[in-house]
Structure formats: structure tokens, C-alpha cells
Nanobody
Framework: QVQLVESGGGLVQSGGSLRLSCAAS????????MGWYRQGRGMQRELVAI???????NYADAVLGRFTISRDNPKNTVYLQMNSLKPEDTAVYYC?????????WGQGTQVTVSS
């Protein structure tokens, strides 16, 4: 069984920074994709950034140049460094692990950016 535990959300002023972390535990194979999605109030869940075990990344256009995703493979942990935050970044951020085509999700962590 796979579990994802997120941390690092909170309240920050516009222009500020936050760092999210997500630790995966359980039966995790080395070849996988980890990432972050977010869901604003009344919005659909959307991709923020993903990173493969080999290090290749993909970002949503809205966060490109402001957010950086990284991972520590021995620790099965993925990070999201968020800089220059904007009010429109306010959302619940969910950690995702895609393992052999199956998606696992964290419980979500709230990020609120005040103007």
C-alpha cells in the first residue's frame, strides 16, 4: 500500500515563497513519476508540475519560471519550491505518484496567497 504525506502549505503574502514536501512510503518501484496538482475553489484539479524518476520535468505554463520541482529518490520525496506567489496560486495542492499507470494521491495541503 502506498501512502503520500504532504507538508509545507500555509498563508503567505503576494510575492512570497513556500516549499511543499511530499514523502511516499510503501511498495514503490524506482521507475515512477511524482508531481503536484492543485485545485482552486470551484475549479477542476490541474497539473502544476511533474518529475520523473530520471529527473525530467514538466510544468504548467502558469507556474513556469516561478515554481521548481525536485525529488530525492532514496527518500521517495518530492518537493515544490514556489516563488513569486500570486493570489491566483491559492488552492489545495495535492501530491501525486504515478506508479505503473496508477495514480496515488496525498490528502492535500492548503496554500493561500493574500494580496
Amino acid at each position: 500500500q502506498v501512502q503520500l504525506v504532504e507538508s509545507g502549505g500555509g498563508l503567505v503574502q503576494s510575492g512570497g515563497s513556500l516549499r511543499l514536501s511530499c514523502a511516499a512510503s510503501g511498495s514503490i518501484f524506482s521507475n515512477n513519476v511524482m508531481g503536484w496538482y492543485r485545485q482552486g475553489r470551484g475549479m477542476q484539479r490541474e497539473l502544476v508540475a511533474i518529475i520523473a524518476s530520471g529527473g525530467s520535468t514538466n510544468y504548467a505554463d502558469a507556474v513556469l519560471g516561478r515554481f521548481t520541482i525536485s525529488r530525492d529518490n532514496p527518500k521517495n520525496t518530492v518537493y515544490l519550491q514556489m516563488n513569486s506567489l500570486k493570489p491566483e496560486d491559492t488552492a489545495v495542492y495535492y501530491c501525486n505518484l504515478n506508479l505503473r499507470g496508477y495514480d496515488y494521491w496525498g490528502q492535500g495541503t492548503q496554500v493561500t496567497v493574500s494580496s
